[in-house]
């Protein structure tokens, strides 16, 4: 699978399961071990800047979490602001099915979703008085999309949009099979600077899918394509935990790396509180669960924890068991403040 399987879990514990947290330095009241410190607590510095593309999922269940998110959106900004870090930020959705603004990972403007082409993208820098309220804003996605949520597509689609005209004149110089390739040739050409001005060439690259339902991209009939997926089934026979979904989740996983980002998620789970699930870093944690209120399929709810799990990024669970034997809200705050120093490390 994914040569890279790193999970931060010397930083973040999973959210809503306790308030036990890594251990920090002295002069770090976060709670968090950072690694941009040394082990003398000399502060190394955490990136200079970055780009954070926002995956909101818009189907019509998520009004409650998308308040939930614009309510605790100071608490990843304001740390990251406080150090100095240069943040920007766009917004699409998980609705692959509509056109224009805010969807088929093209960034949303201010205005309202749809439309056709690319629309005016709103991307929130540092020349804004406003950073919070703006992105609030933007996070307010409605809930008209589609039931079939598609994040991980959406995000590489959006990263593949946000790419410069030196990318597009090397793509065809990839491999055939790279994952990167065979995604981002699908724009046409007229959406294919949809969301320039989003990466910036000295800012780490970092995407943030929320959504309380499982990852649809399992879905998609042309990618990958069917004689690599079967391909790679074949490879893995011997395997018998490794089937079709594994493949399915490999070929997104490499998409996103390919373009460089790092991925955080919000999702549900199917695991049970109290037991040991095994973790793509080899570890186990205990998941807070199971809270899978639409009864998503195993395999798209691993979209989601493996995607971020094997990019070295991090997953939360969007409702937990942490406080009674039944599925409630999880802490966005706490999510947040955890993002926010998450995004320290890249």
């Keep these: 699978m994914i040569p890279r399987l790193l999970l931060l879990a010397s930083l973040l514990t999973l959210a809503g399961c306790d308030s036990r947290r890594a251990g920090g330095g002295d002069d770090d009241d976060s709670g968090l071990d950072l690694p941009w410190q040394d082990d003398d607590d000399d502060v190394v510095g955490p990136p200079s800047a970055i780009d954070l593309l926002i995956v909101m999922d818009n ?17 990843l900004v304001g740390p990251l602001q406080d150090l100095g870090v240069s943040l920007q930020l766009g917004v699409t959705t998980t609705d692959l099915f509509a056109g224009g603004a805010g969807n088929s990972g093209i960034l949303r403007g201010v205005g309202p979703l749809g439309g056709s082409g690319c629309g005016s993208p709103a991307i929130i820098g540092d020349d804004s008085s406003n950073f919070v309220g703006e992105a609030s804003s933007l996070l307010d996605v409605g809930v008209s999309g589609s039931g079939e949520e598609r994040g991980a597509q959406a995000a590489v689609l959006a990263l593949c949009r946000a790419q410069d005209a030196a990318f597009w004149d090397g793509l065809s110089t990839r491999p055939d099979d790279d994952p990167v ?33 499982g990852d649809d991209s399992h879905r ?31 070929f997104w996983t490499a998409a996103l790396q390919g373009l460089g980002a790092t991925v955080f998620t919000v999702g549900p789970s199917y695991q049970v509180a109290g037991q040991d ?70």
């Design 59 to 75: 189907s019509n269940s998520m009004a409650w979490i998308q308040d939930e998110m614009r309510a605790s959106f100071g608490a």
């Design 220 to 250: 998609n009939e042309l990618l990958p394509p069917s004689a690599d997926l079967e391909q790679c089934v074949l490879d893995h026979n011997a395997d018998p935990s490794f089937g079709e979904c594994d493949c399915r989740m490999a």
């Design 181 to 213: 390739r065979l995604v981002c040739q699908q724009i046409p050409p007229a959406e294919q600077g949809c969301n320039v001005g989003l990466l910036r060439a000295d800012a780490a690259t970092a995407v943030l899918i929320v959504s309380d339902e």
């Design 277 to 346: 699930s095994p973790w793509c870093d080899g570890s186990t944690r205990d998941i807070p669960g199971p809270c899978n209120p639409f009864g998503s399929a195993v395999c798209a709810v691993d979209f989601y924890q493996l995607a971020a799990c094997q990019t070295g990024g991090a997953w939360w669970p969007v409702e937990s068991t942490a406080a009674a034997n039944e599925c409630d809200v999880s802490d966005f705050g706490l999510i947040a403040s955890e993002l926010s120093a998450a995004l320290q490390t890249l």
